[in-house]
């Protein structure tokens, strides 16, 4: 079993910054991927990015250029730098991820999110 806790949100000014962390603890095996997905009420969870275990990372049309993830795997924690924040980023965010394990299936975790709210 593997537990997730966000930290980092709250409420900023449009064009500000927020550092978004995510600890992994538990039973630890392998984490392979992680990502950071967020969620407005009526409307789909959205993967805003992710990175491998070999720093492969991806990012959301909507998000490139002005947020970084980025990972420790000494400390299994994902962190997401969100710069130049703009209204339609508020959301809460979750982290997940992937847990990989001999013999069985990867199972995916996911955190209880954090609140995103940027102000314009």
């Known amino acids: 079993q593997v537990q997730l806790v966000e930290s980092g949100g709250g409420l900023v000014q449009a064009g500000g910054s927020l550092r978004l962390s995510c600890a992994a603890s538990?039973?630890?095996?392998?984490?392979?991927?992680m990502n950071w997905y967020r969620q407005v009420p009526g409307k789909q969870r959205e993967l805003v990015a992710a990175?491998?275990?070999?720093?492969?990372?991806s990012y959301a049309d909507s998000v490139k250029g002005r947020f970084t993830i980025s990972r420790d795997n000494a400390k299994n924690m994902v962190y997401l730098q969100m710069n130049s924040l703009k209204p339609e980023d508020t959301a809460v965010y979750y982290c997940?991820?992937?847990?990989?394990?001999?013999?069985?299936?990867?199972?995916?975790?996911w955190g209880q999110g954090t609140q995103v709210t940027v102000s314009s």
């Open positions: 538990g039973r630890i095996f392998m984490i392979t991927v």
């Open positions: 997940n991820v992937l847990h990989s394990r001999p013999s069985f299936r990867p199972t995916a975790y």
């Open positions: 990175i491998t275990s070999g720093d492969s990372t």
